[in-house]
């Protein structure tokens, strides 16, 4: 059997229906933005591998830093236990997070990170013995993951379809727009007055899934601060924002009104181990500092911590604290405003989003929805041309690795263009 037989045969792949013609092209090697497939044909990763990668694949630098680590330890259970890449990493991670935040708790990736914030959130009333904040403020269209509390507060969509009924509640707002902002204040004011509301959990910025649909930081700054006003709990989910991606290391510094408890995932390790990482404030821990055994947080998982994930983590925020790297962090921002300035005003373009390293080209589709099927033309449109995008219904968008060069972002633009030109 080839390779691709054997896929065929084995593996169930994610978020992919189950077609005979839906063969995955395997990839063999990667380095910097470039994928390398079976058969020689490149591929230029415009989506950072789902929002992961950071550097560029295989990096030698953090590769190292897990080849090295595996050779010393590679796992130990983290109740009862610590060890070195862990501690350095929470240092690290709260070195760089403003004051409020103090304590790291360690997950495997981004829908367990979000599950954590929001059991935390949940249980730092329960254990003040305070039952009735159980209500969670989210966005309408909303994206936290896939697990069950991740997609109560998603939003309600063909996604989460077949598990409606065994969802929980939630009050959902529209994302703020200067149009709709004095109402949306108003009603999310009247939640925070019913007295139920336990937590406020957003995507800072940008809404990934949903499109990347970007809102004012201004407008979420008041709303967290309408919110903690309140002394209501607020969780960023910076899973696909954090570390860098909205041009600060996290959305969260564009806030004055700083969250109680940040969800990290994705870009985290620089796409090289899986890890989740939820940070809150020192006043959520020192509700769970008890005798009472009733008050610990009953949450945890095999590979909590994991030593090789720690250690990818660490080397990856060092990188991306160099100036070379801020600096192209940058550069990508600069030339992602430049290319929305020509294509914007395309008649089949309808809007240009941009938040730093993140540009999302909305099309002048009839039907704007994830199902829209000009995204699996485009897909393939671009995959034939070398490079990988994946759109969200009518919404392209690149989200690149920083490693990115100029001659390939342009490559990018060039390819967007022609598909653009084409559908005129
Ligand atoms: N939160 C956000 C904002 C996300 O974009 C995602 C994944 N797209 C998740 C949570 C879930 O992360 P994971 O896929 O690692 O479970």
Known sequence: MTLSEKDKAFIWHPFTQIKPDNAPICIEKAQGATLFATGGKTYIDGISSWWVNLHGHAHPYIAAAIAQQAMCLEQVIFAGFTHAPAIDLAG???????????????????????????????????NQGITHKIKIISFENAYHGDTFGAMSVSGRSAFNAPFNPLLFDVFALPIPTDANFQAIKAQFQS?????????????????????????????????????????????????????????????????????????????????????????????????????????????????????????????????????????????????????????????FVKGVRQTGTILAIELNTAESSYFNTIKDTFYAFCLEKGVLLRPLGNVIYIMPPYCLTDNELAFIYEVIFQFIFNCK
Request: negative net charge; glycine residues 8%; hydrophobic residues 45%.
């Open 92 to 126: 690290l991670l709260l070195e760089h997070l403003p004051t409020p935040f103090s304590k790291v708790f360690y997950s495997d990736n981004g829908s367990t990170a979000v599950e954590v914030g929001l059991k935390m959130a949940l249980q730092y009333w329960h």
């Open 191 to 347: 939640l925070l007055e019913e007295d139920a509301v336990a937590a406020f959990l957003f995507e800072p910025l940008v809404q990934g899934a949903a499109g990347m649909q970007m809102y004012k930081a201004a407008h979420l700054d008041e709303l967290v601060g309408m919110a903690q006003k309140k002394q209501v709990i607020c969780i960023a989910d910076e899973v696909m924002t954090g570390f860098g991606r909205t041009g600060k290391l996290f959305a969260m510094d564009y806030l004055t009104h700083k969250p109680d408890i940040i969800c990290l995932s994705k870009g985290i390790t620089g796409g090289f181990m899986p890890l989740g990482v939820t940070v809150c404030a020192q006043k959520i821990y020192e509700t769970f500092i008890s005798d009472d055994v009733r008050k610990t947080f009953f949450h945890g998982h095999s590979y909590t911590a994991n030593p090789l994930a720690c250690a990818a983590a660490k080397a990856s925020f060092e990188l991306l604290l160099r100036e070379d790297c801020q600096k192209a962090i940058e550069r990508i921002g600069n030339q992602h405003a430049r290319f929305a300035a020509t294509i914007k005003n395309h008649p």
